[in-house]
């Protein structure tokens, strides 16, 4: 019968059918399939600036799954901030929209947990179209393999579910890791949803991240990677570029450009996750120009479009800073270490990771959320953000008051760069004079100075003035070669020789008139276009360019050129030149690796210069003063040198020496149970090296440098460890005797303890009966326990309260109470003593005779044990446990002067039952005899005493023995 049926069947109405509603909810369905469809293809065909992702909520798992991510980030799958990234995503996105920014969050929920080598910046997405409001993913992102980079091994745990799986950059490959795929542009990505508990082994490669070695990577670009990497929208290049000029002024290589535009979006703006979204729509120029503080999302969006506009390749990342460390080598990433970041391309190295957000200011904001939420532990990390820069929540830890972190070698002006107004920009550093070699005069009358410090190879800017003007059509040669001649603004540019001194000669040349301004600036009288707006941008959508030149030239050149003669004949300067090589070495610094060894002066690349390894030459560098370098194969220091005469450069490293160790889980190693191999190189732990247990391969040590073993069943086991060339290894003594020694001594205590069994004449049959007598005895006297407690509790504080009312009523003083106090005390004293504990078993030991009736099991048993402890109370030995039966018998008779024969009793029955045949199942009067007799013969008063406790006690025995007979 059917539902509908039966409900007829009780007399139940039938339900109504409301077609009308039936139809409006198939029609909602309808609608929202068809919204489903459509949204997306008008927002790609650039109907909205909106991704359509956030205009309709996604069941978890649903996300757009093309390209390298899924879903944007904050939507779908419950919206776990940087772990479930899309093919868009826009910027500074205020909180409670489309769920927020995940980026402004300072939640402190787990996100995943690592157990990593070291501390890194967990990658989960990027992007490289710049649309204004935001960012997008046009295709797979490029994932060019680094140049030699340093291998690093992590584990991680999922503790929220997540479409896009956190990894170091840049992964070469996932160990252990279901469900997760490393695509081609080196992103791992979840093929489903990954649950809450996945875990994966990640192995990244990083690529160098040495200063010297970013500094000597040119301008030669991959023609796609300078093509994508490098697009921005027509008006945000427009607009950007000449204010990025400003800022790079006078930078040499990318590297120095990407420093100082890093440098100087922390120094000129502030850190807050308190902002309005901008409402211009282009989020980078507002960011630039109008905004004085931000967070991640705009710090890192404005220098990539500034470096693009400086035509170099960079893109926009997300994903999470480094944690809080918890332990050695385990890290916890929250919901509020969500983050975003820069990446800059490097000819011939790779995406480099740049950090431009104050880390300092970062990290202290996290650090008040943390505490505030009352999670445990301190949270102070260090971090390391861009190359060369470290920085902690600690301002004194940072070397800046910006917090802008300690940032060593990087190539940045010193000083903070002032933000300068939008239609008067100001370029700055400027030319560089190098200090002269002799401080004296010059042979000549011309004013000669270089734009930075003389080095093998660099291209060095000479400029030439008379006084304050510059000097136009001058020869200027270098040691004797022309390098040509000067300009109108007095400059000409030449490639400095490999010599230790640099003459430069400058002969002819006119002074130039006063419309000619300085090096790379626009003369005075050019018109200037007026301003569209107070904001400084003009109407053709640019910014101000330089309009006039600096009032004082001497201050940006150096000494005061006043201060010397101008002649019309030849003037010679000479300059120290740098031969100083550094040598900068990346990859895995380890026996028989192959590293790439970089040479440099002053970040300029050593070409063609001779590399040895202890002396032996083993290569050449090339045109960036770059060569691969085979380390030997033996640990020890090593000596590295390059040498282009007369440039010289030498480093030593240390090859660290391969060590293992194990480590037993018991306290001597045992056959068939476990120990922890450990692998080190130096003090640091060696992951993924195959480990062998005599001769046999049984598994590689993970993250930690660990693995657990099963030791064999032999006399000794041979562990070994391998790695870059090296193998160590250890042997674990006499695993099989420690084995047969336990299991010896197990038997010898299970013997033993049955032979004491037997001669108790213990039968088996009994067990059961002996327990369940136990478990009654116990579960008694916890209730009897129980009831004394609280009976003598309530008597307590009835007592209590009584002495208080006397005390309020003014019957007893403060005093009386005291004393009352104390003898209670003293009474609970007396009790616990020995000689009161005696007694009073011995009265217990009585009323639990009579009590029990015919209970004979435990009667005769108790009876002749407090028999015997009311014996010892009468034997001069302090302590009798030390002796036997038999010698305090002896004592008490010849030292003690107790009764023989008596004595002779007590010690035959304790022994009966302790030791030998007899069962305590039997009562034995004379027992009660023999302790009587002994008291007996006592002084008179004890005696008194005792035979009244005896009378008692032996009309009791009397009594249960006759019953039980």
């Not at 007396?830 to 009736?853: M, V």
Request: aromatic share 6%.
């Amino acid at each position: 019968m059917s539902d509908a049926d039966e409900r007829f069947e009780l007399g139940e109405a039938a339900p109504t059918r409301e077609y009308g509603v039936a139809a409006l909810a198939v029609a909602c369905v309808v609608a929202a399939v068809l919204a489903t469809a459509l949204i997306p293809a008008a927002a790609s065909v650039g109907l909205g600036d909106a991704p359509a992702e956030s205009l309709i909520p996604l069941p978890a798992g649903a996300e757009n799954r093309s390209g390298d991510g899924a879903g944007p980030p904050g939507a779908g799958g419950g919206g776990f901030g940087a772990l479930n990234v899309g093919n868009s995503t826009t910027v500074g996105e205020p909180v409670g929209e489309s769920g927020g920014s995940p980026f402004r969050s300072q939640d402190t929920e787990v996100h995943f947990r690592v157990r990593s080598q070291e501390s890194n910046y967990w990658r989960t997405g990027a992007y490289d179209t710049y649309t204004g409001s935001g960012w997008s993913r046009s295709r797979p992102s490029d994932a060019t393999t680094p140049v030699r980079g340093s291998e690093t091994r992590y584990r991680v745990e999922l503790v929220q579910s997540a479409s896009a799986a956190p990894t170091v950059w840049r992964p070469t490959g996932l160990e252990r890791a279901e469900g997760v795929s490393l695509t081609d542009g080196g992103l791992a990505r979840a093929d489903d949803r990954l649950a809450t508990g996945a875990s994966y082994v990640g192995v990244s490669r990083t690529p160098p991240r040495d200063p010297a070695v970013l500094r000597a990577s040119g301008r030669d670009y991959p023609d796609e990677i300078e093509d994508r990497y490098t697009r921005l929208p027509p008006r945000t290049a427009v607009s950007l570029r000449p204010f990025a000029n400003n800022v790079t002024g006078g930078a040499e290589n990318p590297y120095e450009a990407a420093t100082r535009i890093e440098r100087w979006l922390e120094r000129n703006k502030a850190y807050s996750l308190n902002v309005s979204r901008p409402s211009g729509g282009n989020v980078a120029r507002e960011f630039v120009t109008e905004m004085d503080a931000g967070y991640c999302e705009h710090f890192a969006t404005a220098m990539v479009t500034m470096l693009r506009s400086q035509e170099i390749p960079a893109r926009y990342v997300v994903g999470y800073s480094p944690g809080r460390q918890v332990g050695a080598n385990a890290f916890q990433v929250r919901a509020m270490n969500a983050h975003a970041w820069v990446e800059v391309y490097f000819a011939d190295v790779g995406w480099v990771r740049f950090d431009p957000t104050p880390g300092a200011e970062r990290l202290r904001a996290e650090q008040s959320a943390y505490e505030e939420s009352g999670a445990p532990g301190q949270y102070a990390p260090q971090e390391e953000g861009s190359p060369g820069e470290t920085f902690s929540p600690d301002p004194t830890e940072n070397g800046t008051e910006s917090g802008a972190g300690t940032v060593t070698d990087s190539g940045a002006p010193e000083g903070p760069v002032a933000t300068p107004p939008p239609s008067t920009p100001v370029t700055p550093g400027g030319p560089v004079e190098t200090p002269e070699s002799d401080p004296n005069e010059p042979t000549g009358g011309y004013d000669v100075s270089l734009n930075r410090t003389a080095a093998p190879g660099a291209t060095v800017e000479v400029t030439v003035e008379a006084g304050a003007q510059p000097v136009a059509g001058a020869t200027v040669a270098f040691d004797g070669e022309p390098v040509g001649q000067t300009g109108r603004d007095g400059t000409v540019t030449g490639r400095v020789p490999f010599v230790e001194n640099l003459t430069i000669t400058v002969s002819g040349g006119t002074t130039a008139g006063s419309s000619v301004g300085t090096s790379g600036a626009v003369a005075i009288d050019a018109p200037e276009p007026e301003p569209a707006s107070a904001s400084g941008w003009f109407a053709d959508g640019t910014a101000a360019a330089v309009s006039r030149t600096l009032a004082d030239d001497d201050s940006r050149r150096g000494p005061s050129s006043a201060s010397r003669r101008q002649a019309a004949n030849d003037t010679s300067r000479s300059f120290d030149v740098a031969t100083n090589a550094t040598l900068s070495i990346s990859g895995d610094v380890r026996t028989g690796a192959t590293v790439l060894l970089t040479a440099t002066v002053d970040g300029v690349a050593v070409p063609n210069a001779t590399v040895t390894v202890d002396g032996e030459p083993v290569a050449r560098t090339d045109d960036r003063g770059r060569a691969n370098v085979t380390l030997p194969g033996s640990p020890g220091n090593v000596t590295l040198r390059a040498v282009r005469e007369p440039v010289v450069g030498e480093r030593t490293v240390e090859l660290a020496g391969l060590t293992v160790g194990t480590d037993p889980l018991w306290p001597l190693p045992l056959a068939g149970t476990a120990v922890e191999v450990t692998a080190r190189l130096g003090n640091e732990s060696v992951a993924g090296a195959p480990v062998r247990v005599g001769g046999e391969l049984v598994g590689t040590t993970g993250v930690d440098g660990t693995l657990a073993v099963t030791l064999p069943f032999s006399s000794s086991a041979s562990v070994a460890a391998a790695t870059s060339g090296q193998t160590a290894r250890t042997t674990v003594t006499n695993p099989l005797v420690n084995a047969a020694a336990v299991g010896f001594a197990t038997v010898a205590l299970v013997a033993l303890a049955a032979f004491g069994a037997v001669r108790r004449s213990f039968d088996p049959r009994a067990v059961s009966r002996r327990v369940a007598v136990g478990i009654r005895r116990v579960a008694r006297w916890a209730v009897r326990g129980f009831v004394a407690v609280a009976v003598a509790a309530a008597a307590r504080l009835r007592a209590t309260l009584a002495h208080l009312r006397r005390l309020v009523a003014g019957e007893r003083s403060p005093a009386e109470l005291l004393a009352a106090l104390a003898a209670w005390l003293a009474g609970w004293s007396g009790r616990l003593r020995p000689g009161a504990s005696a007694g009073g078993a011995a009265g217990r030991g009585g009323d639990s005779i009579a009590g029990r009736g015919g209970d004979d099991t435990d009667a005769a048993h108790l009876t002749i044990r407090e028999a015997w402890g009311r014996f010892l109370g009468h034997v001069s030995v302090r302590r009798p446990w030390t002796k036997t039966p038999g010698q305090l018998a002896d004592h008490a008779v010849t030292a003690d002067g107790l009764p023989a024969e008596a004595v002779a009793t007590l010690r035959d029955e304790f022994r009966a039952v302790e030791y030998g045949p007899r069962s305590p199942d039997e009562s034995v009067s004379a027992v009660e005899g023999a302790i009587g007799r002994i008291e007996s013969s006592l002084d008179a008063t004890d005696a008194t005493d005792v035979d009244g406790g005896d009378a008692t006690s032996g009309d009791e025995t009397g009594d249960e023995g006759a019953g039980g007979n």
